[in-house]
């Protein structure tokens, strides 16, 4: 494999573990965050850390992992970005954010007006996904830059790295992906519930599930959260409302029929207002989106316990 020098912005859930893969593949790579105290604790493990996205310039790739497009457009072009004021500009921008179709569009048109390459690269998984090396990602953009940063994605990604063409369409794929996580996740919430009032323990049902052919690496690594009540953030409720629209607004730009899709947003919603009504609400919007199943069980007249049974999840860690 090539050598490139790597540069990497963002140390949320996600871009930690993302960027760790590569050091502990042997890689040089400098990093940047927003809070450097995030950062910090990968200089242990070989990172370079820099006070500014535009420190990272020089590098030949540089990879993304923000929450927003709006973040996105700030780290690259706002004061002290990536690509701001004169001198070096990276070779390749590589974002593995979910963001929309069109900031993507805005941002690799203004990356290209400014020399760089940019590749569309979603991620599917969350961060125990990425430790126990089970990550995915979908490529979007020029063929030939796709297969420069090929070997690093199948580092940061060794379940699957899928390229499906130019432009934008590695965006809608994620899109369409998280609408799917939505629909699942409620679904499996609903089933779970109707077995758990008629007397079946959530654990039982789950086993069942997760062994038969509609079971899936989700639903199992769903079950322990289910089981159990714990609500440790992979990804918040917020978060998927937004994709969910995402998505809805695709089917409506496409004419595409989404019905499950938009009964599935109104769900969550649902969720999200209740879970405003408790003392500690805005705290509990930020836990994880399977806490959904509550609002299921409120709904059904149901108090939810812990069942205290441990269930695998299939994300051990690689070693």
């Known amino acids: 494999m090539a050598r490139h020098s790597l540069g990497?912005?963002?140390?949320g859930r996600m871009g930690y573990p993302m960027a760790e893969r590569l050091l502990k593949a042997g890689l040089a790579v400098a990093i940047w965050n927003r809070t450097r105290a995030k950062a910090e604790p990968l200089a242990a493990k070989g990172g370079q850390i820099v006070d500014q996205p535009k420190q990272l310039a020089a590098s030949d790739i540089v990879f993304t992992m923000v929450s927003t497009g709006k973040d996105l457009e700030q780290v690259c072009f706002g004061e002290n970005g990536l690509l701001t004021g004169a001198g070096p500009r990276p070779k390749i921008v590589v974002d593995c954010s979910s963001i929309d179709v069109e900031e993507s569009q805005v941002i690799r048109a203004r990356?290209?007006?400014l020399g760089s390459e940019f590749l569309s690269?979603?991620?599917?998984g969350n961060g125990k996904c990425v430790k126990a090396g089970k990550l995915s990602t979908v490529v979007s953009g020029p063929n030939s830059v796709f297969e420069t940063v090929a070997p690093y994605l199948k580092i940061i990604a060794p379940a699957g790295v899928s390229y499906v063409g130019e432009g934008e369409l590695a965006r809608i794929c994620k899109i369409a992906h998280n609408v799917m996580l939505g629909v699942v996740i409620q679904n499996l919430a609903e089933i779970t519930m109707l077995a758990n009032k008629a007397g079946v323990p959530r654990h039982a049902f789950l086993n069942f599930m997760n062994s038969s052919v509609m079971g899936s690496v989700f639903t199992k690594y769903k079950s322990n959260a289910l089981v159990n009540l714990d609500w440790t953030?992979?990804?918040?409720p917020v978060l998927l409302r937004k994709d969910l629209d995402l998505?809805?607004?695709a089917g409506r730009d496409l004419d595409v029929a989404m019905p499950v899709t938009a009964a599935?947003?109104?769900a969550l919603q649902g969720h999200i207002g209740a879970v405003k009504l408790k003392p500690d609400g805005a705290a509990y919007l930020e836990k994880d989106f399977a806490a959904l199943l509550e609002t299921v069980a409120?709904?059904?007249?149901v108090k939810l316990i812990p069942e205290n049974v441990p269930m695998p999840?299939?994300?051990e860690t690689e070693g």
């Open 8 to 11: 990497w912005i963002g140390m």
């Open 247 to 249: 998505g809805l607004k």
């Open 233 to 236: 953030t992979t990804f918040t």
């Open 111 to 113: 990356v290209k007006q």
């Open 313 to 315: 999840t299939g994300l």
């Open 121 to 124: 690269s979603p991620v599917s």
């Open 298 to 301: 409120l709904a059904a007249g």
């Open 264 to 266: 599935t947003r109104e």
